[in-house]
Protein backbone atom coordinates (compact mmCIF):
# COMPACT_ATOMS: atom_id res chain seq x y z
CA UNK A 1 0.00 0.00 0.00
CA UNK A 2 0.85 3.91 -0.47
CA UNK A 3 3.51 4.94 2.59
CA UNK A 4 1.14 7.91 2.06
CA UNK A 5 -1.82 6.13 2.86
CA UNK A 6 -0.14 3.75 5.62
CA UNK A 7 0.88 7.05 7.95
CA UNK A 8 -2.65 7.91 8.12
CA UNK A 9 -2.54 5.58 10.90
CA UNK A 10 -0.11 7.66 13.46
CA UNK A 11 -1.76 10.96 14.85
CA UNK A 12 -0.20 14.01 12.82
CA UNK A 13 0.28 15.90 15.20
CA UNK A 14 2.99 14.08 16.99
CA UNK A 15 5.19 13.46 13.70
CA UNK A 16 7.73 15.85 14.08
CA UNK A 17 9.85 15.17 11.43
CA UNK A 18 9.63 13.26 7.92
CA UNK A 19 12.93 12.99 5.32
CA UNK A 20 11.77 10.67 2.98
CA UNK A 21 13.14 10.49 -0.76
CA UNK A 22 10.48 8.71 -2.37
CA UNK A 23 7.26 9.26 -0.73
CA UNK A 24 5.54 7.44 -3.45
CA UNK A 25 6.67 4.40 -3.14
CA UNK A 26 4.48 0.94 -1.81
CA UNK A 27 4.64 -0.76 1.68
CA UNK A 28 4.29 -4.26 2.13
CA UNK A 29 5.72 -4.81 5.53
CA UNK A 30 5.66 -3.49 8.85
CA UNK A 31 8.70 -4.98 11.40
CA UNK A 32 10.35 -3.50 14.69
CA UNK A 33 14.20 -3.46 14.29
CA UNK A 34 16.04 -5.45 16.83
CA UNK A 35 19.85 -6.20 17.41
CA UNK A 36 19.50 -8.81 14.97
CA UNK A 37 18.19 -7.01 11.85
CA UNK A 38 20.11 -7.12 9.32
CA UNK A 39 18.66 -7.35 5.83
CA UNK A 40 17.29 -3.49 5.28
CA UNK A 41 15.23 -3.74 1.82
CA UNK A 42 12.75 -1.38 0.15
CA UNK A 43 9.37 -1.20 1.00
CA UNK A 44 9.44 -2.11 4.85
CA UNK A 45 9.07 0.01 7.88
CA UNK A 46 10.71 -0.40 11.16
CA UNK A 47 9.64 0.84 14.10
CA UNK A 48 12.97 1.68 16.25
CA UNK A 49 13.63 3.18 19.42
CA UNK A 50 16.74 5.55 19.75
CA UNK A 51 18.96 3.25 21.64
CA UNK A 52 17.67 0.43 19.06
CA UNK A 53 18.97 2.83 16.56
CA UNK A 54 22.23 3.76 18.50
CA UNK A 55 23.00 -0.09 18.66
CA UNK A 56 22.58 -1.41 15.41
CA UNK A 57 24.72 2.09 13.47
CA UNK A 58 25.89 2.15 10.75
CA UNK A 59 23.95 -1.18 9.54
CA UNK A 60 21.01 0.72 8.62
CA UNK A 61 22.10 4.53 7.56
CA UNK A 62 22.27 3.86 3.92
CA UNK A 63 19.30 1.14 3.76
CA UNK A 64 16.82 2.06 1.28
CA UNK A 65 13.97 1.14 4.08
CA UNK A 66 11.37 3.41 6.21
CA UNK A 67 12.42 4.46 9.88
CA UNK A 68 9.67 5.44 12.66
CA UNK A 69 11.98 6.89 14.66
CA UNK A 70 10.11 7.11 18.31
CA UNK A 71 10.98 10.17 20.64
CA UNK A 72 11.42 13.00 19.63
CA UNK A 73 13.81 15.58 18.01
CA UNK A 74 16.39 15.86 21.36
CA UNK A 75 16.47 12.30 21.26
CA UNK A 76 17.96 11.95 17.60
CA UNK A 77 19.88 15.60 17.24
CA UNK A 78 23.41 13.99 18.13
CA UNK A 79 22.67 11.05 16.40
CA UNK A 80 23.27 9.18 12.91
CA UNK A 81 19.83 8.61 11.35
CA UNK A 82 18.71 6.64 8.34
CA UNK A 83 18.19 8.43 4.58
CA UNK A 84 14.63 7.33 5.07
CA UNK A 85 12.82 8.45 8.22
CA UNK A 86 9.95 10.02 10.56
CA UNK A 87 10.39 11.14 13.85
CA UNK A 88 7.33 10.36 15.60
CA UNK A 89 6.71 11.45 19.18
CA UNK A 90 5.66 8.27 21.27
CA UNK A 91 6.90 6.15 24.14
CA UNK A 92 4.76 3.03 23.00
CA UNK A 93 6.35 1.58 20.11
CA UNK A 94 3.93 -2.06 20.83
CA UNK A 95 1.20 0.76 19.95
CA UNK A 96 2.88 2.17 17.23
CA UNK A 97 3.62 -0.99 15.56
CA UNK A 98 -0.06 -1.89 16.21
CA UNK A 99 -1.22 0.74 14.41
CA UNK A 100 0.99 0.43 11.49
CA UNK A 101 0.26 -3.38 10.88
CA UNK A 102 -3.48 -2.83 11.41
CA UNK A 103 -3.78 -0.05 8.59
CA UNK A 104 -1.47 -2.43 6.44
CA UNK A 105 -3.82 -5.46 6.84
CA UNK A 106 -6.81 -3.06 6.71
CA UNK A 107 -5.47 -1.62 3.26
CA UNK A 108 -4.49 -5.09 1.93
CA UNK A 109 -7.86 -6.61 2.72
CA UNK A 110 -9.70 -3.79 0.82
CA UNK A 111 -7.00 -4.14 -2.28
CA UNK A 112 -7.98 -8.19 -2.39
CA UNK A 113 -11.74 -7.35 -2.17
CA UNK A 114 -11.34 -4.64 -4.70
CA UNK A 115 -9.52 -7.35 -7.30
CA UNK A 116 -11.98 -9.61 -6.43
CA UNK A 117 -14.87 -7.97 -6.91
CA UNK A 118 -13.43 -6.41 -10.37
CA UNK A 119 -12.96 -9.73 -11.80
CA UNK A 120 -16.09 -11.13 -10.36
CA UNK A 121 -18.05 -7.85 -12.50
CA UNK A 122 -16.76 -8.92 -15.71
CA UNK A 123 -16.91 -12.85 -15.02
CA UNK A 124 -20.23 -13.30 -13.33
CA UNK A 125 -23.20 -13.78 -15.67
CA UNK A 126 -25.93 -12.51 -13.05
CA UNK A 127 -26.00 -10.06 -9.97
CA UNK A 128 -26.51 -13.03 -7.65
CA UNK A 129 -22.80 -13.81 -8.42
CA UNK A 130 -21.51 -10.91 -8.11
CA UNK A 131 -23.47 -10.61 -4.23
CA UNK A 132 -22.33 -13.94 -3.67
CA UNK A 133 -18.83 -13.09 -4.22
CA UNK A 134 -18.86 -10.04 -1.98
CA UNK A 135 -20.60 -12.01 0.34
CA UNK A 136 -18.03 -14.12 1.08
CA UNK A 137 -15.52 -10.91 1.64
CA UNK A 138 -17.52 -10.26 3.83
CA UNK A 139 -18.68 -13.01 5.78
CA UNK A 140 -22.10 -11.73 6.19
CA UNK A 141 -24.75 -11.78 3.64
CA UNK A 142 -26.03 -9.48 1.15
CA UNK A 143 -29.28 -8.40 0.17
CA UNK A 144 -30.24 -6.16 -3.21
CA UNK A 145 -33.73 -4.33 -2.58
CA UNK A 146 -35.49 -1.45 -4.79
CA UNK A 147 -36.67 1.67 -2.99
CA UNK A 148 -40.08 0.06 -2.43
CA UNK A 149 -38.17 -2.36 -0.06
CA UNK A 150 -38.82 -5.11 -2.91
CA UNK A 151 -36.40 -7.96 -2.22
CA UNK A 152 -34.76 -8.24 -5.81
CA UNK A 153 -31.68 -10.51 -5.14
CA UNK A 154 -29.81 -11.71 -1.88
CA UNK A 155 -26.28 -14.17 -1.93
CA UNK A 156 -26.59 -17.66 -1.11
CA UNK A 157 -26.27 -16.82 2.00
CA UNK A 158 -30.05 -16.34 3.49
CA UNK A 159 -31.09 -14.94 6.30
CA UNK A 160 -34.02 -16.09 8.62
CA UNK A 161 -33.14 -14.12 11.83
CA UNK A 162 -35.84 -14.88 14.17
CA UNK A 163 -34.90 -12.25 16.36
CA UNK A 164 -35.00 -9.66 13.08
CA UNK A 165 -38.56 -8.96 11.99
CA UNK A 166 -37.38 -6.69 8.90
CA UNK A 167 -35.38 -9.43 7.57
CA UNK A 168 -38.20 -12.45 8.35
CA UNK A 169 -40.68 -9.98 6.10
CA UNK A 170 -38.40 -9.30 3.43
CA UNK A 171 -37.84 -13.06 3.02
CA UNK A 172 -41.15 -14.07 3.97
CA UNK A 173 -43.14 -11.28 1.83
CA UNK A 174 -40.72 -10.04 -0.15
CA UNK A 175 -40.95 -6.76 0.98
CA UNK A 176 -41.30 -4.47 4.39
CA UNK A 177 -44.68 -4.45 5.48
CA UNK A 178 -46.63 -1.81 6.57
CA UNK A 179 -46.80 -2.66 9.92
CA UNK A 180 -43.42 -2.72 10.18
CA UNK A 181 -43.04 0.77 8.59
CA UNK A 182 -44.86 2.61 11.18
CA UNK A 183 -42.77 0.02 13.81
CA UNK A 184 -39.52 0.99 12.77
CA UNK A 185 -40.23 4.42 11.38
CA UNK A 186 -39.26 2.79 8.23
CA UNK A 187 -40.17 6.36 6.14
CA UNK A 188 -37.35 7.86 7.75
CA UNK A 189 -34.85 5.22 7.22
CA UNK A 190 -35.96 5.15 3.79
CA UNK A 191 -35.16 9.07 3.51
CA UNK A 192 -31.78 8.76 4.73
CA UNK A 193 -30.80 6.05 2.65
CA UNK A 194 -32.12 7.95 -0.30
CA UNK A 195 -30.18 10.81 0.72
CA UNK A 196 -26.58 9.03 1.98
CA UNK A 197 -24.38 9.28 -0.72
CA UNK A 198 -21.67 6.54 0.72
CA UNK A 199 -21.97 3.48 3.18
CA UNK A 200 -23.65 3.85 6.62
CA UNK A 201 -24.15 1.93 9.69
CA UNK A 202 -27.51 1.75 10.68
CA UNK A 203 -27.83 0.65 14.19
CA UNK A 204 -31.23 -0.36 16.34
CA UNK A 205 -31.50 -2.46 19.52
CA UNK A 206 -34.89 -3.90 17.84
CA UNK A 207 -33.02 -5.32 14.75
CA UNK A 208 -29.00 -6.52 14.00
CA UNK A 209 -26.62 -3.89 12.94
CA UNK A 210 -26.48 -2.75 9.28
CA UNK A 211 -24.22 -1.74 6.38
CA UNK A 212 -26.33 0.12 3.65
CA UNK A 213 -25.26 1.89 0.54
CA UNK A 214 -27.45 3.11 -2.29
CA UNK A 215 -27.69 2.35 -5.62
CA UNK A 216 -27.80 5.34 -8.35
CA UNK A 217 -28.41 3.97 -11.55
CA UNK A 218 -28.72 5.75 -15.00
CA UNK A 219 -28.56 8.83 -13.23
CA UNK A 220 -32.13 7.28 -10.95
CA UNK A 221 -32.37 6.21 -7.26
CA UNK A 222 -32.55 2.43 -8.17
CA UNK A 223 -32.74 1.77 -4.32
CA UNK A 224 -29.91 0.08 -1.91
CA UNK A 225 -28.17 -2.86 -1.27
CA UNK A 226 -27.33 -3.86 2.40
CA UNK A 227 -25.16 -6.41 4.39
CA UNK A 228 -26.34 -7.50 7.85
CA UNK A 229 -23.77 -8.80 11.19
CA UNK A 230 -25.44 -12.14 10.79
CA UNK A 231 -22.51 -14.37 10.80
CA UNK A 232 -19.97 -12.22 12.28
CA UNK A 233 -19.53 -8.46 13.84
CA UNK A 234 -18.57 -6.08 10.69
CA UNK A 235 -14.89 -5.21 10.26
CA UNK A 236 -13.49 -1.59 9.85
CA UNK A 237 -12.86 -2.43 6.20
CA UNK A 238 -16.08 -3.66 5.62
CA UNK A 239 -17.52 -0.07 4.40
CA UNK A 240 -14.77 0.51 2.29
CA UNK A 241 -15.26 -2.69 0.67
CA UNK A 242 -19.24 -1.77 0.45
CA UNK A 243 -18.41 1.64 -1.53
CA UNK A 244 -16.41 -0.28 -4.10
CA UNK A 245 -19.18 -3.34 -4.45
CA UNK A 246 -21.73 0.03 -4.75
CA UNK A 247 -20.07 1.23 -8.04
CA UNK A 248 -20.09 -2.67 -9.30
CA UNK A 249 -23.58 -2.96 -9.16
CA UNK A 250 -24.54 0.31 -10.91
CA UNK A 251 -22.04 -1.16 -14.28
CA UNK A 252 -23.95 -4.31 -14.06
CA UNK A 253 -27.58 -2.96 -13.43
CA UNK A 254 -26.80 -0.56 -16.26
CA UNK A 255 -24.93 -3.48 -18.75
CA UNK A 256 -28.08 -5.54 -18.36
CA UNK A 257 -30.16 -2.48 -18.63
CA UNK A 258 -32.32 -4.02 -15.89
CA UNK A 259 -33.15 -0.38 -13.69
CA UNK A 260 -37.07 -0.36 -13.26
CA UNK A 261 -37.38 3.04 -13.80
CA UNK A 262 -40.10 3.37 -11.33
CA UNK A 263 -41.64 5.12 -8.43
CA UNK A 264 -43.03 3.35 -5.57
CA UNK A 265 -46.33 3.00 -7.07
CA UNK A 266 -45.15 1.64 -10.17
CA UNK A 267 -43.21 -1.04 -8.87
CA UNK A 268 -46.78 -1.74 -6.54
CA UNK A 269 -48.45 -2.07 -9.53
CA UNK A 270 -45.71 -4.03 -10.72
CA UNK A 271 -46.20 -6.51 -8.24
CA UNK A 272 -50.42 -6.84 -8.83
CA UNK A 273 -49.38 -7.59 -12.74
CA UNK A 274 -46.95 -10.11 -11.56
CA UNK A 275 -49.62 -12.07 -9.68
CA UNK A 276 -48.94 -10.98 -5.87
CA UNK A 277 -51.58 -12.03 -3.68
CA UNK A 278 -53.17 -9.19 -1.67
CA UNK A 279 -56.44 -8.72 -0.70
CA UNK A 280 -58.18 -5.10 -1.32
CA UNK A 281 -57.06 -3.57 2.73
CA UNK A 282 -53.42 -5.60 2.28
CA UNK A 283 -52.91 -3.54 -0.89
CA UNK A 284 -54.23 -0.19 0.62
CA UNK A 285 -52.39 -0.97 4.02
CA UNK A 286 -49.07 -0.77 2.02
CA UNK A 287 -49.77 1.39 -0.56
CA UNK A 288 -50.23 3.83 2.41
CA UNK A 289 -47.12 3.14 3.94
CA UNK A 290 -45.34 4.67 1.15
CA UNK A 291 -47.86 7.76 1.18
CA UNK A 292 -49.85 6.42 -1.93
CA UNK A 293 -53.72 7.16 -0.59
CA UNK A 294 -56.41 5.48 -3.15
CA UNK A 295 -59.37 6.24 -3.51
CA UNK A 296 -61.66 3.59 -5.46
CA UNK A 297 -61.95 5.33 -8.89
CA UNK A 298 -59.68 3.65 -11.18
CA UNK A 299 -59.10 3.61 -14.89
CA UNK A 300 -56.17 2.05 -17.57
CA UNK A 301 -55.47 2.72 -20.47
CA UNK A 302 -53.22 0.83 -22.12
CA UNK A 303 -51.26 1.99 -25.08
CA UNK A 304 -49.23 0.36 -28.23
CA UNK A 305 -47.55 1.50 -31.48
CA UNK A 306 -50.03 -0.10 -34.03
CA UNK A 307 -47.04 -1.76 -36.06
CA UNK A 308 -46.22 -3.73 -32.68
CA UNK A 309 -42.38 -3.01 -33.41
CA UNK A 310 -41.25 -0.01 -31.68
CA UNK A 311 -38.29 -0.28 -29.49
CA UNK A 312 -38.63 0.34 -25.72
CA UNK A 313 -36.47 2.63 -26.24
CA UNK A 314 -39.04 4.87 -28.07
CA UNK A 315 -42.01 3.54 -25.92
CA UNK A 316 -40.12 5.15 -23.42
CA UNK A 317 -39.79 8.39 -25.09
CA UNK A 318 -43.60 8.25 -25.50
CA UNK A 319 -43.89 7.62 -21.53
CA UNK A 320 -41.29 10.68 -20.72
CA UNK A 321 -43.98 13.01 -23.07
CA UNK A 322 -47.08 11.25 -21.45
CA UNK A 323 -45.66 11.94 -17.56
CA UNK A 324 -45.74 15.70 -18.46
CA UNK A 325 -49.17 15.93 -20.05
CA UNK A 326 -50.10 13.66 -16.91
CA UNK A 327 -48.35 14.18 -14.20
CA UNK A 328 -51.54 12.81 -11.95
CA UNK A 329 -50.95 9.20 -13.76
CA UNK A 330 -48.69 6.30 -12.88
CA UNK A 331 -47.38 5.17 -16.41
CA UNK A 332 -45.97 1.37 -16.58
CA UNK A 333 -44.13 0.00 -19.46
CA UNK A 334 -44.94 -3.41 -20.18
CA UNK A 335 -44.19 -5.78 -22.76
CA UNK A 336 -43.11 -2.35 -25.31
CA UNK A 337 -47.03 -0.76 -24.61
CA UNK A 338 -47.45 2.04 -21.97
CA UNK A 339 -49.87 1.45 -19.19
CA UNK A 340 -51.40 4.40 -17.59
CA UNK A 341 -53.40 4.37 -14.68
CA UNK A 342 -55.66 7.24 -13.29
CA UNK A 343 -57.64 7.36 -9.75
CA UNK A 344 -60.62 9.45 -10.40
CA UNK A 345 -64.05 10.02 -10.98
CA UNK A 346 -64.15 11.14 -14.40
CA UNK A 347 -61.46 10.75 -17.14
CA UNK A 348 -62.93 12.53 -20.10
CA UNK A 349 -60.60 15.41 -19.91
CA UNK A 350 -57.54 13.00 -20.21
CA UNK A 351 -58.85 11.34 -22.96
CA UNK A 352 -59.31 14.68 -24.80
CA UNK A 353 -55.48 15.32 -24.79
CA UNK A 354 -54.55 12.06 -25.01
CA UNK A 355 -56.46 11.43 -28.57
CA UNK A 356 -54.35 14.45 -30.25
CA UNK A 357 -50.94 12.82 -28.52
CA UNK A 358 -52.25 9.67 -30.07
CA UNK A 359 -52.69 10.65 -33.65
CA UNK A 360 -49.55 12.64 -33.58
CA UNK A 361 -47.23 9.35 -32.96
CA UNK A 362 -50.06 6.72 -34.58
CA UNK A 363 -50.34 5.21 -31.65
CA UNK A 364 -53.34 2.69 -30.38
CA UNK A 365 -54.96 2.82 -26.63
CA UNK A 366 -57.36 1.36 -25.03
CA UNK A 367 -59.48 2.80 -22.47
CA UNK A 368 -61.45 0.39 -19.40
CA UNK A 369 -64.53 0.76 -17.70
CA UNK A 370 -64.12 2.89 -14.18
CA UNK A 371 -63.35 -0.13 -11.66
CA UNK A 372 -63.18 0.23 -7.95
CA UNK A 373 -61.16 -2.65 -6.69
CA UNK A 374 -57.46 -1.90 -7.24
CA UNK A 375 -56.81 -5.84 -6.92
CA UNK A 376 -58.52 -6.29 -10.14
CA UNK A 377 -55.74 -4.12 -12.04
CA UNK A 378 -53.88 -7.23 -13.54
CA UNK A 379 -56.96 -9.02 -14.86
CA UNK A 380 -58.56 -5.48 -16.33
CA UNK A 381 -55.16 -5.04 -17.58
CA UNK A 382 -55.09 -7.93 -19.75
CA UNK A 383 -58.58 -7.85 -20.96
CA UNK A 384 -57.50 -4.19 -21.96
CA UNK A 385 -53.96 -5.89 -24.10
CA UNK A 386 -56.37 -8.16 -25.44
CA UNK A 387 -58.19 -5.43 -27.22
CA UNK A 388 -55.03 -4.53 -28.57
CA UNK A 389 -54.38 -7.50 -29.36
CA UNK A 390 -57.39 -7.37 -31.65
CA UNK A 391 -56.01 -5.00 -34.36
CA UNK A 392 -54.82 -6.79 -36.24
CA UNK A 393 -57.93 -8.67 -37.44
CA UNK A 394 -60.42 -5.74 -36.61
CA UNK A 395 -57.69 -2.73 -38.35
CA UNK A 396 -59.30 -0.57 -35.85
CA UNK A 397 -60.06 3.11 -37.27
CA UNK A 398 -59.77 5.30 -34.25
CA UNK A 399 -56.56 5.64 -32.52
CA UNK A 400 -58.65 5.58 -28.83
CA UNK A 401 -61.16 2.78 -28.38
CA UNK A 402 -63.18 1.78 -25.15
CA UNK A 403 -63.22 -2.06 -24.12
CA UNK A 404 -67.16 -1.68 -23.31
CA UNK A 405 -67.31 -1.55 -27.04
CA UNK A 406 -65.18 -5.00 -27.55
CA UNK A 407 -65.97 -7.07 -24.61
CA UNK A 408 -67.76 -9.18 -26.97
CA UNK A 409 -64.63 -9.72 -28.96
CA UNK A 410 -63.16 -10.34 -25.98
CA UNK A 411 -65.60 -13.17 -25.02
CA UNK A 412 -65.41 -14.62 -28.45
CA UNK A 413 -61.18 -15.25 -27.97
CA UNK A 414 -61.92 -16.86 -24.88
CA UNK A 415 -64.60 -19.19 -27.07
CA UNK A 416 -62.29 -19.37 -29.56
CA UNK A 417 -59.12 -20.86 -27.23
CA UNK A 418 -60.78 -24.03 -26.50
CA UNK A 419 -61.05 -24.72 -30.44
CA UNK A 420 -64.39 -25.27 -32.31
CA UNK A 421 -65.83 -21.88 -32.58
CA UNK A 422 -67.33 -22.65 -35.83
CA UNK A 423 -69.69 -24.06 -34.14
CA UNK A 424 -71.19 -20.57 -32.46
CA UNK A 425 -71.90 -19.51 -36.03
CA UNK A 426 -75.71 -19.48 -37.65
CA UNK A 427 -74.82 -21.89 -40.45
CA UNK A 428 -77.55 -19.91 -42.38
CA UNK A 429 -75.56 -16.54 -42.70
CA UNK A 430 -72.83 -18.80 -43.37
CA UNK A 431 -74.29 -20.06 -46.47
CA UNK A 432 -75.07 -16.28 -47.60
CA UNK A 433 -71.22 -15.20 -47.10
CA UNK A 434 -70.58 -18.39 -49.62
CA UNK A 435 -72.81 -17.13 -52.38
CA UNK A 436 -71.14 -13.57 -51.94
CA UNK A 437 -67.70 -15.11 -52.29
CA UNK A 438 -68.97 -17.08 -54.96
CA UNK A 439 -70.46 -14.63 -57.07
CA UNK A 440 -69.41 -11.22 -55.94
CA UNK A 441 -72.29 -9.93 -54.34
CA UNK A 442 -72.53 -8.02 -50.93
CA UNK A 443 -75.62 -9.38 -49.49
CA UNK A 444 -74.41 -10.40 -46.24
CA UNK A 445 -72.03 -7.31 -45.28
CA UNK A 446 -75.38 -5.39 -46.31
CA UNK A 447 -77.67 -7.22 -43.83
CA UNK A 448 -75.01 -6.48 -41.10
CA UNK A 449 -74.84 -2.37 -41.55
CA UNK A 450 -78.99 -2.71 -41.24
CA UNK A 451 -78.90 -4.65 -38.11
CA UNK A 452 -75.92 -2.40 -36.77
CA UNK A 453 -77.85 0.76 -37.58
CA UNK A 454 -81.43 -0.19 -37.01
CA UNK A 455 -82.39 1.40 -39.82
CA UNK A 456 -82.81 0.67 -43.64
CA UNK A 457 -82.54 4.20 -44.25
CA UNK A 458 -79.47 5.36 -42.21
CA UNK A 459 -77.72 1.80 -43.50
CA UNK A 460 -78.71 2.82 -47.52
CA UNK A 461 -76.76 6.00 -46.85
CA UNK A 462 -74.00 4.68 -45.54
CA UNK A 463 -73.75 1.93 -48.25
CA UNK A 464 -74.33 5.11 -50.66
CA UNK A 465 -76.80 3.06 -52.51
CA UNK A 466 -80.60 4.12 -53.28
CA UNK A 467 -82.78 2.84 -50.51
CA UNK A 468 -84.79 0.42 -53.43
CA UNK A 469 -81.48 -1.12 -53.92
CA UNK A 470 -80.79 -1.18 -49.86
CA UNK A 471 -84.40 -3.23 -49.73
CA UNK A 472 -83.39 -5.11 -52.55
CA UNK A 473 -80.42 -6.79 -50.94
CA UNK A 474 -82.44 -7.75 -47.95
CA UNK A 475 -84.94 -9.22 -49.45
CA UNK A 476 -82.58 -11.14 -51.12
CA UNK A 477 -80.68 -12.21 -47.79
CA UNK A 478 -83.86 -13.68 -46.42
CA UNK A 479 -84.31 -15.53 -49.52
CA UNK A 480 -80.90 -17.24 -49.39
CA UNK A 481 -80.85 -17.51 -45.53
CA UNK A 482 -84.48 -18.53 -45.20
CA UNK A 483 -84.80 -16.45 -42.28
CA UNK A 484 -88.52 -14.66 -42.17
CA UNK A 485 -89.44 -13.51 -38.55
CA UNK A 486 -86.27 -11.77 -36.92
CA UNK A 487 -86.82 -12.15 -33.59
CA UNK A 488 -84.54 -10.38 -30.79
CA UNK A 489 -82.93 -13.67 -30.76
CA UNK A 490 -81.71 -14.14 -34.18
CA UNK A 491 -80.65 -10.90 -34.33
CA UNK A 492 -78.49 -11.33 -31.55
CA UNK A 493 -77.15 -14.62 -32.96
CA UNK A 494 -76.36 -13.18 -36.38
CA UNK A 495 -74.47 -9.53 -35.01
CA UNK A 496 -72.43 -12.67 -32.86
CA UNK A 497 -71.66 -14.61 -36.05
CA UNK A 498 -70.48 -11.31 -38.22
CA UNK A 499 -68.14 -10.82 -34.98
CA UNK A 500 -66.60 -14.16 -35.02
CA UNK A 501 -65.87 -14.32 -38.56
CA UNK A 502 -64.72 -10.90 -37.74
CA UNK A 503 -62.06 -12.72 -35.83
CA UNK A 504 -61.92 -15.85 -37.83
CA UNK A 505 -62.60 -15.39 -41.36
CA UNK A 506 -61.02 -18.86 -41.97
CA UNK A 507 -64.37 -20.66 -41.01
CA UNK A 508 -65.79 -19.53 -44.20
CA UNK A 509 -63.42 -22.08 -45.80
CA UNK A 510 -64.84 -24.62 -44.11
CA UNK A 511 -67.58 -26.92 -45.95
CA UNK A 512 -69.45 -28.95 -43.29
CA UNK A 513 -70.71 -26.60 -40.99
CA UNK A 514 -73.83 -27.57 -39.24
Partial sequence: ????????????ENIEEIHIKDKSQNICQVCNLSLTSVAFTKNIIYVVTAPVLLEVGEGCLEAPSIFILLGNLNDFIDMQKPE?????????????????LSKLNLESRILEAELAISRALFDC???????????????????????TTRLLVHSANEVMAADDEILNSVFRMGYVTSELFQKYDYANVLEQIKNTPQTFLLKSPKKRERLICRLIVNRRYFGWFLTVAYNHPFKDSDIEIMNFLCGALQLFLEKENILPNTTRSENLLQELIQDAKYSEAEFKKRAEGFSWMLHD?????????????????????YRNHLSLIFPEAIILEVNRKLILFFDTKEVGICL???????????????????????????????????VIGLEKSLHFNKSLIHYQDYIMYCAIKKIGREGHIQYFCMPELLEVFRYDHKYGTSFAY???????LASVTAAAQKLGIHRNTMEYRLRKFNDLS?????T??????LLFTYKILDLYPEILEEKDIL
Avoid: W
Fill in 446 to 452: SKRIALE
Fill in 297 to 317: HYYIIAISDKTGKAESRMMMS
Fill in 488 to 493: ADIVER
Fill in 482 to 486: GISNY
Fill in 1 to 12: MKLSVLIEALSA
Fill in 84 to 100: NYIIYQSDAPGEVFTAL
Fill in 352 to 386: NALEAFLEKYDLLAVCSNQFHKITDFAYILNQLLM
Fill in 125 to 147: TSIKDLLDVAASILGNPILLQDF
